[in-house]
């Protein structure tokens, strides 16, 4: 019996039909996902997810890194893009990487960390952008 489930999975691996497993208890990947008109990606808090986002990210012009003013990466509640004036996009728990599929242009990004909001102004090119955003240290 033994040597028949042998011969089975080699035969699986031969074709290429064998199913890889991810790691028991890992988080899956990141799904894309949709506010407004814009699809994006958000996670990269794990090794692993990191990985998946970072296979994916050609298909994404703007790619957001949210991190402490200590450099440990930061989670925004809310982060709101615009463009023209016009709300584009509203997406809470973002981070710590966020990537969006949006067309090159000049944006605003709004985040919310903690009740506190931040601003960034953003030119997406047509190869994209990567925008390490690493939040300001709280005046006391």
């Known amino acids: 019996m033994r040597c028949i489930a042998v011969g ?3 035969a699986l691996v ?8 991810s790691t028991p208890g890992g988080a899956p990947p990141p799904a894309v996902q949709r506010a407004g008109e ?10 692993e997810e990191r990985a998946a986002m970072t296979a994916q990210q050609a298909a994404f012009a ?3 890194v949210f991190s402490e003013p200590g450099g ?3 989670v925004a509640d809310r982060v ?19 990537m969006l599929k949006v067309a090159p242009g000049d944006y605003a990004l709004d985040a919310t960390f ?16 990567r925008l390490d955003w690493r939040l300001r240290q709280e005046r006391k």
């Open 114 to 129: 903690a009740g506190r909001i931040e601003r960034r102004q953003v030119k997406v090119a047509a190869g994209g952008t």
């Open 38 to 47: 814009v699809e994006y990606l958000s996670g990269g808090a794990g090794e």
């Open 62 to 64: 703007l790619r957001i």
């Open 72 to 74: 440990g990466y930061a």
């Open 8 to 10: 089975l999975a080699l």
């Open 80 to 98: 709101e893009l615009s463009r023209g004036g016009a709300k584009v996009a509203t997406i809470d728990n973002a981070g710590p990487w966020l």
């Open 14 to 21: 031969a074709h290429g039909t064998a199913v890889a497993q």
